[in-house]
């Protein structure tokens, strides 16, 4: 009985003793398993801090493009900037404004998101472009009435090349006719038929052929001829006491040398300068308080501006008329009823073109260009985006 007995004890302690090393082996599997959920969950909450953070750095990237597009100054010259959230903040700097042609500006944005402990960098190289019109033709000022009786007629805010005639792949279109308010944009559309605004006037892609526009109002108009005609680049001529300048075969600049050519009208109403054929030019032309008819052809490539007291742009006949790049009337004073500030009377093609005005954007002196660019249309694009090593 006694052996049997102590069988029975060996027999509970070996029990005892495999329950104790099992236990053993659970509980060290599960504090293993709480310090690697432990480990998991605090290695996912650093990856989550840090996607966040790479988020918000992103944000800022963004947010500078905003700044950048509400700076005036060429380059864009700015402070480093911080914006706090409930989640976290990001603070940008601006480095390297380098101003490229006198409407093109580069500038590096590096912004830093920061969430908790975690933090990341991003840095981007951002492009801002300025264009010297918002359509290819900006109707500012007073106005009673247009008229569009010409054919063949072409008006478009497409971006062409006139080196090529062709339009300028991917390149961002512009409004075909440009105006102040909708009390001019309504003269605009009744003054097209229906087939005119469907064939003869547009912008393609998702831009509006007639569109209202705060950009390039009547003021600055006024002070941008001001500023182009005082220029000493400028060759200035003037209306005769009799009204009428009558200008023909002639060439007024080419596309490696544009011209800056001013014509100053006479005081009253009812003088204009007629170009009646063979006028050809790359530059920008401004002609003030007088009309300008276009009676015969006309190759020109730049900018066109027209504005004063009494002043309208008129076509008649059918001789070949371009103008690449865009054209400007601003009617300063109180038109007769009878006067159209637009009268396109014969053929005309007006097809905006940024290559033409960006080539004569070096004629502008830098103090007018300086004063002008806060009312010029302008375009923020991305030229490279990295991440960096805090």
């Not at 082996?25 to 840090?50: E, H, I, P, T, Y």
């Not at 597009?69 to 706090?84: D, G, M, V």
């Not at 064939?199 to 109002?217: C, K, L, R, Y």
């Not at 375009?379 to 991440?387: A, C, G, K, L, V």
């Amino acid at each position: 009985m006694r052996t049997g007995h102590m069988r029975f004890d060996d027999q509970r302690g070996m029990v005892l003793y495999s329950s104790l090393l099992i236990l053993s082996l659970l509980v060290a599997v599960g504090v293993g398993a709480r310090v690697m959920l432990q480990s998991d969950f605090k290695l996912l909450a650093n990856m989550r801090a840090s996607m966040e953070a790479f988020y918000v750095a992103e944000a800022g990237i963004e947010w500078s493009k905003d700044e950048i597009r509400k700076n005036f100054s060429h380059p864009p010259i700015l402070p480093s900037r911080a914006q706090s959230f409930s989640s976290g903040n990001f603070s940008v700097s601006f480095l390297s404004p380098t101003a490229v042609t006198s409407l093109v500006a580069r500038i590096v944005v590096r912004s830093t998101g920061a969430v908790g402990s975690s933090s990341q960098v991003v840095q981007a190289q951002v492009t801002k472009t300025y264009d010297l019109a918002d359509g290819a033709i900006s109707l500012r000022g007073s106005a009673n009435r247009v008229n569009f009786a010409g054919n063949p007629l072409l008006i478009s805010g497409v971006d062409y090349d006139p080196a090529t005639g062709q339009a300028v792949a991917g390149s961002k279109a512009r409004p075909a006719i440009s105006v102040p308010d909708e009390i001019l944009q309504g003269l605009v559309e009744q003054g097209l038929s229906e087939n005119q605004q469907s064939g003869n006037v547009g912008s393609g892609g998702g831009t509006s052929a007639i569109a209202e526009s705060d950009f390039i109002p009547a003021s600055a108009v006024v002070r941008f001829a001001d500023g182009l005609c005082s220029s000493a680049q400028a060759v200035t001529a003037f209306v005769p006491s009799d009204g009428m300048l009558l200008l023909a075969g002639q060439t007024w600049g080419t596309r490696t040398s544009p011209q800056l050519r001013c014509i100053e009208g006479l005081a009253g109403p009812g003088d204009s300068v007629n170009l009646g054929g063979g006028v050809t030019g790359a530059g920008i032309l401004v002609v003030r308080n007088a009309d300008l008819i276009v009676s015969g052809s006309l190759q020109w490539e730049g900018l066109i501006v027209v504005t004063g007291s009494n002043v309208s742009f008129k076509v008649t006949g059918g001789e070949s008329k371009e103008i690449y790049g865009s054209l400007m009337v601003n009617e300063t004073g109180t038109p007769g009823t009878g006067t159209a500030i637009l009268d396109i009377q014969g053929s005309v093609r007006v097809l905006f073109s940024r290559p033409a005005l960006n080539r004569v954007a070096s004629l502008i002196p830098s103090s007018t260009l300086n004063a002008t660019y806060s009312s010029l249309p302008s375009m923020i694009s991305q030229e490279y985006w990295r991440t960096v090593t805090p």
